[in-house]
């Protein structure tokens, strides 16, 4: 039934996984898939790198040949102006207005003009043909021409809706300025150089000046409204790194943007000038050639792919057939079937020995699990006087090799347990009785141990009681020692006190003293004044009486200061005599605070060591009990034994019985 199972669970397996048929075809595709989509990018990518290469290349030459067709035609432009200057007429301080004016009128109608005027220093206008500007002053043209006193060509400019080149030159008498010739050139000399430059579809040229402004481009109407570069190429730091190089005065060429949507940048200066021209295209006008290989290339792919199909289509089927059929031959092995027959493949390769093994495998397991399964059948009927015979292959020589094995150990096992079942029968009974004597004793030892926990732990309460009370003692010793401490500290201070009326009383012992100078020195003054009251006679009488009465206060003054000396050496006496009771009551509160303090060590040691003892006595208490509880367990467990020996005697007779059903070698 389990492998029925098996077998269900292995075709649903094998029919759930991708057959190898579609394995080749789905791998050769993938393949080709890849390797069509690498050599599309690597083609893109030389195509691309060297479009770049070749666009930077040429432009660069194109840009620079550009700008000196440019400079060749500003200088010829230059030169005629110069030509008209150096005429004599314009140079000469005698000749008229009107005579300038004819060679400014005969100048302008021989050379393509627009207007040509002749101006002052001050910028003023002095002759010129029609639409000359009368004035030139604020002009960058004017003041180029003072700064640099020569030639000068101005940026361009719309006049009567028309795009013009200004051009201005100093005329100098006795090397002073006295006029400027300023002419103004049709916008033809810079569009016809421009409409020459044809680069791709979009590619364009242009002329920009030093602040990146349009001077010239082949759409007009950017110059009109004064666009930068930055307005039509954006602001990014290509374009400004490209834009500093131009007004810079560089040579060069850039390609800017992503690699395959690159704007191509060529530019070269203007000499004589602060412009600079530039040439660009877009990449994508040179890429579709590029673009055409890369889809002629998919296209040939694909169909590469689809004729590949067919090829590979038939060589997975030439490969799955047969394999198929193995492997549905080796699905119903897994289910146990050793007996349905194996067709060898004919097919000349290695399915074809695939199919030759299995068959020779099928074979020689029918072979092997023949004698296997007579063996197996006669050990489950008790029968173990057997062995595995014939000849065996490979791994299943140590199947062979391990089942023989297995029955000689078995024939050992079986004999060692019939003749154990003998001993054990006999000492199982032996066991029992020994449980028995082991069950009485384990009683009589339960019992001694709880009489013995009970006395511990009468012993424990009443050292607890000790304890108490030493606790008790001890507390009161500590707070006796806090009232001596107390006491002491009451003394000294009273012995500080004591100090400080001595000391008191000797400062009041010096002022009596002083008193007593002063009494002295009022009766010698009191005496000097009754001298003097006697001479003075009868004037003095008044001031006789004043000084007998001080005199009579002096010596009042002096017998109180003696009485008062006498007090305060009594008083200073019985202070003295009060420090020296109050030290000796100090040493004997000292004395008592020692032997407080060693009673209270006593007391603390026997604290401790009742302490100490009681750990002592709950240790063994709790031994004790852990005694007692073995004991018990030991009891519990011989009653157990007691049962088991029973049950294993009657255990051992049953091995002994089944031990001696089966037929063993001799």
């Known amino acids: 039934m389990d492998n029925q199972k098996l077998g269900k669970k292995n075709k649903k397996s094998l029919n759930k996984q991708v ?12 393949t080709l898939v890849v390797v069509s989509f690498l050599l599309v990018c690597v083609i893109s990518y030389f195509m691309a790198h060297l479009t770049n290469g070749l666009m930077l290349d040429n432009l660069r030459p194109m840009a620079k040949t550009a700008s000196q067709s440019i400079e060749n035609n500003l200088h010829m432009m230059a030169d005629r102006l110069f030509m008209i200057s150096e005429n004599p007429i314009l140079t000469s301080k005698t000749t008229s207005a009107s005579e300038k004016q004819s060679v400014i009128n005969q100048s302008k109608s021989g050379i393509e003009f627009m207007w040509l005027a002749l101006y002052n220093a001050d910028g003023n206008l002095y002759i010129g043909s029609e639409n000359s500007p009368t004035k030139i002053p604020g002009n960058d043209l004017y003041n180029n021409l003072k700064e640099t006193e020569n030639l000068v060509i101005d940026d361009t400019e719309i006049n009567n809706n028309e795009i013009q080149i200004v051009i201005g030159t100093p005329i100098m008498q006795d090397s002073k300025v006295s006029y400027y010739l300023i002419g103004s050139y049709k916008y033809d000399v810079l569009n016809d150089v421009l409409s020459n430059i044809n680069v791709g579809k979009e590619g364009t040229a242009f002329i920009i000046n030093e602040n990146g402004v349009f001077m010239a481009h082949q759409d007009t109407t950017k110059i009109a409204v004064r666009t ?4 039509i190429y954006g602001n990014g730091r290509d374009i400004q790194n490209l834009a500093e190089q131009m007004k810079q005065g560089q040579t060069g060429s850039v390609g800017t943007g992503a690699f395959y949507d690159k704007q191509y940048f060529s530019y070269s200066p203007v000499r004589g000038t602060n412009w600079s021209l530039g040439i660009t295209a ?20 694909i169909i590469i792919m689809i004729f590949s199909i067919i090829p590979t289509r038939k060589l997975a089927s030439q490969i799955q057939r047969p394999l198929g059929r193995v492997t549905d031959r080796i699905a119903q092995l897994s289910d146990g079937d050793l007996h349905s027959p194996v067709d060898v493949e004919e097919t000349k390769d290695e399915t074809e020995v695939l199919s030759r093994a299995l068959n020779e495998t099928v074979d020689s397991i029918n072979n092997y699990t023949s004698e296997l399964s007579k063996v197996l059948g006669e050990l489950s009927k008790s029968n173990l006087d057997i062995s595995v015979n014939g000849e065996f292959n490979g791994d299943f020589i140590v199947m062979k090799d391990s089942l023989n094995k297995i029955v000689n150990f078995l024939n050992q096992i079986m004999r060692a347990i019939q003749q154990a079942a003998i001993q054990v029968s006999s000492t199982s009974h032996m066991v029992s009785t020994n449980a028995m004597h082991v069950r009485e004793s384990s009683s009589s030892q339960a019992d001694s141990l709880n009489e013995l926990e009970r006395e511990s732990q009468n012993i424990s309460a009443s050292i607890n009681v000790v304890n108490s009370h030493t606790e008790n003692v001890n507390e009161l010793m500590q707070e006796a020692m806090e009232r001596l401490k107390e006491a002491r500290e009451n003394m000294s201070n009273m012995l500080r006190a004591m100090d400080a009326i001595s000391k008191s009383s000797e400062e009041i012992t010096k002022i009596n003293k002083f008193l007593e100078d002063i009494a002295f020195q009022t009766n010698i003054l009191a005496l000097n004044a009754s001298v003097e009251a006697a001479r003075a006679g009868a004037a003095g009488h008044g001031f006789a009486i004043v000084a007998t009465e001080v005199r009579e206060l002096a010596a009042k003054s002096d017998e109180s200061s003696k009485k008062t000396l006498q007090m305060i050496q009594a008083s200073k006496s019985a202070a003295e005599e009060g420090a020296n009771y109050a030290e000796a009551m100090d040493k004997s509160i000292q004395d008592i605070y020692a032997i407080t303090k060693e009673i209270s060590n006593i007391t603390t040691q026997l604290e401790q060591a009742v302490d100490s003892e009681k750990a002592s006595l709950d240790t063994i208490t709790d031994q004790i009990s852990s005694i007692n509880e073995l004991a018990q367990l030991n009891l519990s467990s011989s009653e157990e034994s007691a049962l088991a020996s029973q049950e294993l005697t009657e255990q051992a007779d049953q091995l002994q019985n089944m031990a001696n059903r089966f037929k063993l070698r001799d």
Not at 19 to 30: A, C, G, L, N, V
Not at 228 to 231: F, K, L, N, V
Not at 285 to 294: K, V, Y
Request: aromatic share 6%; charged share 15%.
């Open 228 to 231: 930068t570069i930055y307005d």
């Open 19 to 30: 057959s190898i048929r579609k394995k080749i075809i789905s791998h050769t595709i993938s």
């Open 282 to 301: 877009p990449q994508h006008d040179f890429m579709g050639d590029t673009n055409s290989a890369i889809l002629m290339s998919i296209l040939i792919t």
